[in-house]
């Protein structure tokens, strides 16, 4: 089973600045298959990336994502407050499997 | 706009069977190729739980394989989920959500129901 950590844990920055959030397997991953999530207190998580580095429907361009293999990243060029929240990367196996990383915190410093 | 509602009982008895319903609306349950279930404990991440094809063929997460069963009912429109001997690990909010087949990701989600496993 392929296993994703994530780092930091919790990132403490302010709005405006620029969030690099890190998201590393295990094993190799196809890129087609890493996507990332947003989750606030009391919602469903909300797609924000797919494929390692497309945005979905509706999604800022200040998001965006990058990586290959095993290193996979999200960066949010300039925080605005509605982005403090928890995200979540997930990837996906062809033998039909589902893996969400532990989650990393950001929140406003 | 596809909506999916999670509904079921909130709390269960130890060592007894969790079920909940995902209701789709705005869109045929066979209008999309998978739906799963995925939990969040309180406080902590977020687990896969399974799939369901349209057609009724399944994949579950081994960790849980044993407890778990995903049906369809496309009659109503919904999916389901039972997940029988319970312990409080098993405490968490259950979502379900479809699966955006072309991006091996869940682009639609229910709101959550948070399961309570006590006695």
């Known amino acids: 089973e392929i296993v994703l950590t994530q780092s930091p844990g919790t990132l403490s920055l302010s709005p405006g600045e620029r969030a690099t959030l890190s998201c590393r397997a295990s094993q190799s991953v196809s890129s087609s298959y890493l996507a990332w999530y947003q989750q606030k207190p009391g919602q469903a998580p909300r797609l924000l990336i797919y494929g390692a580095s497309s945005r979905a429907t509706g999604i800022p361009d200040r998001f965006s994502g990058s990586g290959s293999g095993t290193d996979f990243t999200l960066t949010i060029s300039r925080l605005e407050p509605e982005d403090f929240a928890v995200y979540y990367c997930q990837q996906y196996v062809s033998s039909r499997l589902y893996t969400f990383g532990q989650g990393t915190k950001l929140e406003i410093k | 706009q596809v909506q999916l509602q999670e509904s079921g009982p909130g709390l269960v008895k130890p060592s007894g069977t969790l079920s909940l319903t995902c209701a789709v609306s705005g869109g045929s349950i066979s209008s999309s190729d998978w739906w799963s279930w995925v939990r969040q404990p309180p406080g902590k991440g977020l687990e896969w739980i399974g799939e369901?094809?349209?057609?009724?063929?399944?994949n579950y997460n081994p960790s849980l394989k044993s407890r778990v069963t995903i049906s369809v009912d496309k009659s109503k429109d919904q999916f389901s989920l039972k997940l029988t001997s319970v312990t409080a690990a098993d405490t968490a909010v259950y979502y379900c959500a479809r699966e955006w087949t072309a991006a091996a990701s869940f682009d639609y989600w229910g709101q959550g129901t948070l399961v309570t496993v006590s006695s």
């Open positions: 369901i094809y349209h057609g009724g063929s399944t």
